[in-house]
Every structure is written in structure tokens, then in C-alpha cells.
Nanobody
């Protein structure tokens, strides 16, 4: 049974930084794709970033390029999202997710991911 546990959220002022962690367990993730999504109140869940575990290839939504960095630690089975230069519009609940297949043709879509964490709140004050 796959378990994803996010941590690292909180309240930060605009321009500040946070690092989110997603600890994964329950299977081997070497052929997986790990993603970060976020959902603000009244809005749909949206793609933030993703990483192919085996190759380290990454992809970002345009609004976070140059500010956010996704990475993984193979030894700890953990994926990180380093968030710098945070803006009030980054406020949301952030979720990590995993696709059990490395073939994810539409990696920006939540439906492509099979398992989800419980989410962690990120609030950026102006």
C-alpha cells in the first residue's frame, strides 16, 4: 500500500521560502513519476511540478518556473519542492502524488496519478 506524507507547509511572507517534503513508502518508486499539485479555495487542483524518479527529468508549470525546484532523494524515498520568492497567489493546499507507471503522457493532469498525500497548507501573506 502506497503512502505519501507531505510536510513543510506553513505561513510565510511574500518573497519568502518554504521547502515541502513528501515521504513515500509502500513500494519501489524507481520507475515512478512524482508530482506536486496545489488547490486554492474555490479552484480546481492544478499542476505545479513533476519529476521522473529514474532520470530526474523535471517539468514545471509556467507560473513557478525559476522560483520552485522539485528534487528527489533516492535513499530517503522523498521528493522535495523548494519554493522561493513566494507570492500570495501561491497560497493553496499542496499535494504530492505518484504515478506507478513511468509512462505519463499527460503529466499535468491529476487523473494521471494513482496515489495522493493528504496535503499541506501553504499560506503566503502580502
Amino acid at each position: 500500500q502506497v503512502q505519501l506524507v507531505e510536510s513543510g507547509g506553513g505561513l510565510v511572507q511574500a518573497g519568502g521560502s518554504l521547502r515541502l517534503s513528501c515521504a513515500a513508502s509502500g513500494r519501489t518508486f524507481s520507475n515512478s513519476v512524482m508530482g506536486w499539485f496545489r488547490q486554492a479555495p474555490g479552484k480546481e487542483r492544478e499542476f505545479v511540478a513533476t519529476i521522473w524518479w529514474s532520470s530526474g527529468i523535471t517539468s514545471y508549470t509556467d507560473s513557478v518556473k525559476g522560483r520552485f525546484t522539485i528534487s528527489r532523494d533516492n535513499a530517503k524515498n522523498t521528493v522535495y519542492l523548494q519554493m522561493n520568492s513566494l507570492k500570495p497567489e501561491d497560497t493553496a493546499v499542496y499535494y504530492c502524488a505518484v504515478s506507478r507507471s513511468p509512462v505519463v503522457p499527460n503529466w499535468r493532469r491529476p487523473s494521471q496519478y494513482t496515489d495522493w498525500g493528504q496535503g499541506t497548507q501553504v499560506t503566503v501573506s502580502s
